[in-house]
């Protein structure tokens, strides 16, 4: 039976005040979606399990603190009694801030995490506000934002009375337990966003199954956004005894999914401040511990007996194993650790690896820190289940506490490796003939009977060399495999097995070598090419390495001639050289015969032809100096005409004339695409000249000669 305590009655208020008792009423702050109209307490049924995304908190032993104690707190003597966290009362000022960042300060170095203690729903004249204020919210996260950003040291944030002041039912349940999560869930946000790393945790009113009804405080629905819970389960206020602690523990640890730290009175009551003596203390946190709880915080300091040492009840506990209870297909070489959640040292060393058979496995152990590693001396048996046992009293603590009776099972690998990819894949087609073979395991794997074989479609057994690299088979064929032709490797059952000896089952996978004959895809000169020069290479570039075969290619002329050249292959392309130039404007074909050339797989090409025409174009003057019909000409000046294409001579039948039709003598030169013409003397002045390239004085490199071209200019007259 919970006794529940009206909100007015000062015993079941939360820290505001040191030792008084305050009458609060809630500010009358009704929202325009709620009734106010009263509902009876929900005893709720739902259990919620514990949840491990907080593990790592165990053996909490914390303490509220008034920001008024910082000159007789002694962080050294704290850590030495066994305190991990700090709750330091933040008021809402900026000297609050400054307060913290004193004890911030102080405590640097010890060991012990310093977290703000903020007032949430009340105000500093110890006047409720209601829990839905929104004025009221955005203050305290505005506060909570100033303390993050301005003491960088801090730990943790601890929210009081984030709650409402025993009247949650007048706004109606559900809007009130919404609010306080919603709010609460704010709060976190803000958290992690500035800093992730920081704890969040709340204290939160005792009262089991009707705690949201009075306080909107629901266990399970602040537990999602909280690292920790702390119940105030004061015995003293509540006239109760350290049987209703372990019961009221246990209750919340069993509906909420957090860590849940009791929060424990150090003293008798708010009515009779005297502090309780270490045995009662010891014995309430004991109870606590035993319930559940992963430690207890005590309100408050100033208020507690120094003899009390945390650190004395707090037992070496395993927090995390690997393998993990009921892990399964855990290799037959694992090496067995356990960390606990604290440094251990060994005991009476009663440790046991047993099968399930209940034999002892021999292993040997060792200890580092808070973890604890067993080295089977050989390795386990596959598809067997072990347990680790841990007897009372095998390791201690630093205070001599030994750990509990302790064991944890799993299984060995029992599951066949399975091939996740090969090379080449299932039905593969044009596969290289000299193809090395692989597959991919979904785990390392060693030789089991190595009954492997490549086999043709005719069953034919192909001789090849097998190897083993982490979780990778390589079958490599001692020759080049047939062109053509469908292979089967198979992996008989057991031929492979993983380390921990899983045998695979049979497994096979058929291919087919290349049976595609290489194409040509890039000519040059390309199909039907005009104006190629006579000394052009010829390339033909192919859709796959390629090699000779029979090299019957042929380079003709449209009337049959064979032209001598020479034939070469690099990679994918064959090159036809002609042995000597070809003639300008004729036709020519190279014809690659069937099976001249081949793919490396020996598949041969069809036969193949590409025509192309060698230059007929003759070149054409593009530029001159002096231009056409150009005045004022020195009389020195050298006469060059420039052609399309690069020239060479023919018959250089050029003369310079006046216009009188007198032959100037010249000095005649090609370089390139120019024709140069030097007058072997000086001209006249004011005297009309014409430069004639007769038809065939100069052709191109392929020998076409140009039509006959004339250019007339006049000399200056000065």
Not at 128 to 152: E, G, L, M, Y
Request: net charge positive; proline share 8%; charged share 15%.
């Amino acid at each position: 039976m919970v006794i529940i305590f009206s909100a007015n009655v000062g015993f079941a208020t939360d820290n505001l005040t040191d030792n008084t008792t305050n009458s609060l009423s809630e500010t009358d702050i009704l929202s325009q979606n709620e009734t106010g109209v009263a509902e009876k307490p929900a005893l709720s049924n739902n259990t919620y399990k514990s949840s491990s995304s907080n593990a790592g908190l165990e053996n909490i032993a914390a303490l509220w603190v008034w920001s008024t104690s910082y000159n007789s707190i002694n962080p050294v003597a704290l850590k030495k009694a066994g305190y991990t966290d700090i709750f330091v009362f933040t008021k809402h000022s900026n000297e609050g801030i400054s307060q913290l960042n004193q004890f911030i300060k102080k405590f640097k170095g010890s060991g012990i995490r310093v977290h703000s203690w903020v007032s949430c729903f009340v105000n500093v004249n110890g006047k409720w506000i209601a829990a839905h204020d929104t004025t009221r919210q955005q203050s305290v996260r505005v506060f909570i934002h100033n303390i993050i950003t301005t003491c960088p040291g801090v730990n943790g944030i601890h929210l009081d009375y984030v709650r409402y002041g025993g009247t949650a039912h007048k706004y109606g349940v559900t809007f009130s337990t919404n609010t306080i999560n919603k709010f609460v869930s704010s709060v976190k946000n803000l958290v992690n966003s500035k800093n992730p790393n920081l704890l969040l945790s709340a204290a939160v009113m005792p009262e089991c199954s009707v705690n949201e009804y009075y306080y909107g405080q629901s266990y399970a629905g602040l537990s999602p956004y909280l690292n920790f819970m702390t119940p105030m389960i004061y015995k003293g206020n509540y006239h109760k005894n350290t049987a209703w602690i372990g019961s009221t523990t246990k209750w919340i640890v069993e509906h909420s999914n957090t860590v849940i730290v009791t929060g424990l009175q150090a003293y008798r009551s708010d009515s009779k401040p005297t502090p309780l003596s270490p045995a009662e203390l010891e014995g309430d946190a004991k109870i606590a511990l035993s319930n559940g709880s992963k430690g207890f915080a005590m309100f408050r300091y100033g208020l507690l007996v120094s003899s009390f040492t945390p650190k004395k009840l707090f037992i070496p506990t395993p927090a995390a194993g690997s393998p993990a209870r009921g892990a399964v297909n855990v290799p037959v070489d694992k090496i067995i650790t356990t960390k606990f959640t604290e440094p251990i040292f060994p005991g009476n060393m009663l440790i046991e690896l047993k099968n399930s058979a209940g034999k002892v496995i021999p292993i040997t152990i060792s200890i580092s820190g808070n973890v604890l590693t067993m080295s089977p001396v050989n390795p386990l048996v596959r598809a067997t289940t072990y347990k680790i046992i841990f007897h009372q009293g095998c390791l201690v603590d630093s205070e001599l506490n030994p750990v509990a009776y302790y064991t944890r099972s799993f299984t060995t690998d029992n599951t066949p490796p399975k091939p996740v990819k090969g090379s080449p894949a299932r039905n593969a087609v044009n596969v290289p003939i000299n193809k090395i073979i692989t597959t991919t395991f979904n785990e390392p794997i060693k030789p089991g009977t190595m009954n492997i074989q490549l086999k043709t479609n005719t069953g034919t057994n192909i001789p090849t060399t097998n190897t083993i690299n982490g979780n990778t088979l390589t079958i490599t064929p001692n020759n080049p495999l047939k062109r053509a032709t469908k292979y089967t490797i198979i992996l008989y059952a057991g031929s492979i097995t993983d380390l921990a000896g899983n045998p695979i089952t049979k497994y096979s996978r058929p291919f087919t070598t290349d049976n595609t004959p290489p194409k040509p895809v890039k000519g040059s000169p390309a199909r039907n090419a005009v104006n190629v020069p006579i000394n052009k290479i010829i390339t033909t570039t192919f859709n796959e390495p390629i090699k000779p075969g029979t090299m019957n290619i042929q380079l003709k002329t449209n009337t049959g001639t064979n032209i001598p050249t020479t034939n070469t292959i690099n990679g994918n392309t064959l090159t036809i050289t002609p042995n000597n130039p070809l003639k300008r404007a004729t036709k020519y074909t190279i014809i690659l015969y069937a099976g001249s050339i081949t793919d490396l797989a020996g598949n041969p090409i069809t036969k193949y032809s590409r025509p192309f025409t060698t230059d007929n174009t003759p070149p054409k003057p593009v530029k001159g100096s002096p231009a056409r019909n150009a005045v004022n000409v020195p009389i020195n000046k050298i006469i060059t005409t420039t052609f399309n294409e690069p020239i060479k001579p023919g018959t250089m039948n050029i003369q310079l004339k006046t216009n009188t039709g007198t032959n100037i003598p010249t000095t005649n030169t090609i370089n390139g695409n120019t024709l140069t013409i030097t007058p072997n003397n000086p001209l006249k002045k004011a005297t009309k000249y014409t430069i004639i390239l007769y038809a065939g004085s100069i052709t191109d490199l392929a020998g076409n000669p140009i039509t006959k071209y004339s250019r007339p200019f006049t000399t200056a007259a000065v």
